[in-house]
């Protein structure tokens, strides 16, 4: 029965989203038919949405957003983004690798606001070529694979400590899986793409390399202070505006109005619903409920923890279902790497279509598209990953297990 409530809470959501209704919109509909399905008391609402305020893994998502849309601010304000593409088509004059690599390099960054820096990039490559639904799969695709598998993101470090897999050997098993997640990403659109984006290409790689590092140098100064010096993203980035203000030269008149204009109330309000929607949904306890539910399923039990994973992924987010499933899975399984592997394969998968993802939420109202569409797009694909890596799963338990 509790299963069947929550199916009726997502079916609110969709419902909101296909009548067009804004995703902040749809998002507060679904929050309110989980807090009258399930009964969950007033005062317990106000505590799990305040919650969303207190826990700084929460908080620093929505502190993220709004200081990286700053940053992009100030790099929109120098043209540095416009230059890196340029740099981009001079270096590779395919307008395809530029597609598809920039996300990738992007999505090194662990915050939902690099969605926005790669959409930038994305679009230029893309005009006149995809429409705003493509290019929000693309961007949300590509952006996406350095999370499966890098110990940058708070779930491969998770499910690493909780299983006790050494991550060198999980990211060694991950290869295949990064691979075919490119592959699986390119056929739909990017393969549709002319390659030569119509600018010269160019005469001194080495000068476009040092251009595209000195386009980019406030990214990649993220990376290596999240890196190697192990900052939280949010004092990262905050590093990065100040040295960018004063290498950059801006004035206090031009920073300003940033202030403002990272504002994104509609991105913001739809992020902070969403994060309240995963309290509530971890205060019903629905997700306990699923492990009994496909133990009853005639299939092995890597099977049963694979979709487990899958169907948790999507209900509770990446962290919920691996600080739930991880435990079991490799107390019911000798599991090792291989089964790393398939449980983190099959949370990616999920997170592509789930709609408690905040990537998806920012994607979508970046591309002014609606969370729907963007999931339709993205099911197809993380579909057949899924079915592949069940596949290879079979084949490293038989020569890695």
């Known amino acids: 029965m509790q299963l069947i409530l929550l199916a009726a809470v ?6 909101l989203l296909a009548l067009r209704r804004p995703l902040w919109q749809a998002i507060l509909g679904g929050l309110a038919a989980t807090a009258l399905l399930y009964r969950i008391p007033p005062a317990a609402a106000l505590e799990r949405a305040a919650g969303v305020f207190t826990d700084w893994d929460s908080l620093s998502v929505l502190l993220s957003l709004y200081l990286i849309t700053y940053l992009q601010r100030m790099l929109e304000a120098r043209r540095q983004i416009k230059l890196a593409q340029q740099d981009l088509d001079r270096l590779f004059h395919n307008r395809r690798v530029n597609t598809a690599v920039a996300p990738l390099f992007i999505g090194l960054l662990p915050s939902a606001a690099a969605m926005i820096l ?20 693309v961007t949300s695709w590509f952006r996406h694979i350095p999370e499966s598998t890098l110990p940058t993101y708070t779930g491969v470090l998770l499910m690493a400590s909780l299983s006790g897999v050494p991550l060198p050997r999980f990211m060694a098993g991950m290869i295949l899986p990064i691979l075919t997640l490119f592959l699986v990403g390119y056929w739909p659109c ?3 793409l002319p390659k030569d984006p119509g600018t010269p290409p160019s005469e001194n790689r080495l000068r476009d390399v040092g251009n595209l590092f000195g386009h980019l140098w406030p990214l990649l100064l993220i990376l290596a202070l999240i890196l190697a010096a192990k900052f939280q993203v949010v004092t990262a980035v905050l590093v990065s505006i100040l040295l960018t203000a004063l290498l950059h030269r801006f004035s206090l008149g031009e920073l300003l109005p940033f202030f403002k204009s990272a504002f994104e109330k509609k991105m913001l309000l739809s992020t902070l619903f969403v994060l309240i929607l995963k ?6 306890g629905v997700l306990q409920l699923l492990p009994e539910a496909l133990s009853a399923l005639p299939i092995p039990t890597w099977l049963v923890f694979a979709l487990l994973f ?4 999507i209900i509770s987010g990446t962290q ?3 600080a739930l499933g991880t435990p079991m899975a490799f107390s019911a399984i000798p599991g090792g790497m291989p089964l790393m592997v398939l449980l983190m394969c099959m949370c990616h998968a999920a ?10 939420v920012v994607a979508a109202d970046d591309y ?5 569409e963007l999931i339709r797009k993205n099911i197809p694909p993380a579909l057949v990953f899924s079915a592949l890596m069940l596949g290879y799963y079979q084949v490293l338990v038989r020569f890695c297990g």
């Open 190 to 192: 990017i393969h549709r």
């Open 351 to 360: 997170s592509m279509v789930s709609p408690v993802h905040v990537c998806l």
């Open 320 to 322: 919920g279902i691996i």
């Open 310 to 313: 899958f169907f948790g992924g």
């Open 368 to 372: 002014h598209i609606t969370m729907g």
């Open 10 to 15: 997502f079916l609110v959501i969709i419902l």
């Open 279 to 284: 309290e509530f949904i971890a205060y019903t």
């Open 118 to 137: 790669c959409g930038d990039i994305v679009k230029d490559s893309t005009q006149g070529c995809l429409d705003p639904k493509e290019q929000a799969f």
